[in-house]
C-alpha cells in the first residue's frame, strides 16, 4: 500500500453526483401527496416507503387482506 501512495492524485471542484437510493427512488420522485401505490410483498412496499422517506416527504404503509401492502406518499 505505501509504493501506491505516490499514484494518488488530489483534484479539486469535481462535483459530487446525486445520490440514488433505488429502483423506487424515480416513482416517490414521481408520486404527488395523497397517491398511492398496492404492492404485493412487504418486502417490496418498505423500500417505496423507504424511497419516498428519502425524497424528504413522510409515507404512510398498511396491510391489506391477501397479503398486500398499500403505501401512500402524505
Known sequence: ????IDQ??????VPIPD???G???QIAEDMEVG????IKTRK???KL?????N???????RKLDFEEYRVWKN
Open 49 to 53: 416507503r423507504s424511497a419516498i422517506y
Open 8 to 13: 494518488l492524485i488530489i483534484e479539486k471542484e
Open 44 to 46: 417490496e412496499a418498505v
Open 19 to 21: 445520490r440514488k437510493w
Open 55 to 61: 425524497t424528504g416527504a413522510k409515507a404512510i404503509m
Open 23 to 25: 429502483k423506487y427512488t
Open 35 to 38: 397517491d398511492s401505490i398496492l
Open 1 to 4: 500500500m505505501a509504493d501506491n
